[in-house]
């Protein structure tokens, strides 16, 4: 297991996944909160098998996955259909990146989860670190990558954690507005800073 977890964040369009891949290439375990979401209701899981009780087979696409369009559009107008769900689903979440955690074997790992901020979970890891680039970088740059429009990132971005407000529970910023090998230089930095902490955690 790895001594030390540090938690990666940052808005829609910051890096988070550039800078967890270049983690990665350092052999860096990392944890994945949005592939956790997908994988606890897989095909087979007691997960999807739940949701199909609840809500009937409509709720399965032609390839028997979940239509995850189908389900956002009956949580949206139906709260009780969402405590549920949120019920079903956060334990299922918690275990599996429990048992990623206690799998991982890198000196230290770390758990992406783009909503770290919003949902709390900040306070269960050793260290906050935030991909920080201002708006404008992260609307363009999601732009770029989602072929998608404006007034849609824009709607994502007002739905999270504001910048001031992630900044405000970092441990550490990478800084990513500048090109790729200004983020690499930054991001072999904290490399060395958390082989350190987790060391120092290891001989405690
Ligand atoms: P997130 O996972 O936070 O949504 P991504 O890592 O997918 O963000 O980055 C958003 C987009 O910006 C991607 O297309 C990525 O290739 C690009 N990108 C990330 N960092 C840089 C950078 N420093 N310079 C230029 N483009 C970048």
Not at 85 to 108: C, G, V
Not at 118 to 132: F, M, Q, T
Not at 161 to 169: D, F, I, K, M, P
């Amino acid at each position: 297991m790895s001594q030390f977890v540090v938690g990666v964040s940052g808005g829609i369009g910051s890096g988070k996944t550039t800078v967890t891949n270049a983690f990665a290439k350092l052999n860096v375990d990392i944890i994945d909160a949005d592939v956790i979401s997908r994988d606890v209701v897989a095909p087979g899981t007691k997960g999807l098998r739940a949701i199909v009780e609840k809500f009937g087979s409509g709720i399965l696409d032609q390839g028997q996955c979940l239509n995850r369009r189908a389900l956002r559009e009956i949580i949206f107008s139906d709260e009780q259909a969402k405590s549920w769900l949120n019920a079903l689903l956060h334990p299922l979440i918690r275990q599996e990146t429990l048992r990623q955690t206690m799998d991982a074997t890198s000196a230290y790992c770390m758990l992406s989860v783009p909503l770290l901020v919003e949902n709390g979970s900040y306070k269960n890891v050793d260290r906050v670190l935030i991909v920080d680039v201002p708006e404008s970088t992260q609307v363009t740059r999601s732009m770029a990558r989602d072929k998608a429009e404006e007034a849609l990132i824009k709607s994502i971005m007002a739905s999270q954690a504001s910048r001031q407000q992630r900044l405000e529970v970092a441990d550490d910023v990478i800084d990513n507005s500048g090109n790729e090998s200004e983020l690499s230089k930054q991001v072999l930095a904290l490399h060395q800073r958390y082989l350190q902490f987790a060391n120092a955690v290891a001989q405690s």
